[in-house]
């Protein structure tokens, strides 16, 4: 039997840094900024009133933490070299163009929170760096972008492999850090336990 896959939606999931130490150090400090710059950010804690009622995120007020703290800095240093490697792996032209980071905000998830569906438009490729993840805290939930053109679509068994999934879940680990192309739909379902889920999250784009 022959099987060909066409169109694959790949994406990219890796320990930030190798050595454990240096990644637990890194967690640390980034995980003892945040509540730092969410005390600081009277801006974001109000665009989150509206916008991520219960949580907090400093994309609608500092979205470019990697430029406003050498902390976040250090960070992205370390997620270049994972875009660099995803982007070859996706078998993107790094000749003719170069991908830069745009955008990098945190994320945190109380209990009850949810980041609902969506996608990253004008970017390139996008991620999120993982500081804290309680026990049976929420994954993060990828949707099959073609998933509003199957007409008569075979029924798939109760499981099955990524390969066949409507919707995929990756449970992260904290230290880790994720990759995607912006395009590919997916959210934060609501956290269901009492502890913060935090996190990083960041755009590329073309350049």
């Not at 790094?94 to 970017?123: C, R």
């Amino acid at each position: 039997m022959a099987l060909v896959d066409l169109f694959p939606t790949t994406y990219y999931y890796a320990p930030l840094i190798k050595d454990a130490r240096a990644r637990a150090r890194l967690v640390k400090e980034i995980r003892a900024e945040i509540p730092r710059i969410r005390d600081f950010d009277d801006a974001g804690r109000k665009w989150c009133e509206k916008n991520y009622p219960g949580g907090y995120t400093s994309y609608g007020s500092l979205s470019e933490l990697h430029q406003f703290s050498s902390t976040f800095a250090e960070l992205r240093a370390h997620i270049d070299d994972h875009v660099t490697r995803f982007a070859l792996a996706l078998e993107a032209d790094l000749e003719q163009h170069t991908l830069g980071v745009t955008q990098m905000w945190a994320n945190v998830m109380p209990q009850g929170v949810v980041h609902t569906g969506h996608l990253h438009p004008l970017s390139t490729i996008s991620g999120t760096f993982y500081v804290d993840v309680p026990k049976a805290s929420s994954g993060l939930k990828f949707e099959d972008p073609r998933l509003g053109l199957f007409m008569g679509s075979i029924p798939r068994k109760a499981r099955t492999g990524p390969r066949s999934e409507r919707y995929h879940v990756l449970r992260p680990t904290e230290g880790y850090v994720v990759l995607f192309e912006s395009w590919l739909r997916h959210e934060v379902p609501p956290n269901p336990v009492r502890g913060e889920r935090v996190s990083v999250s960041f755009n590329y784009n073309w350049f």
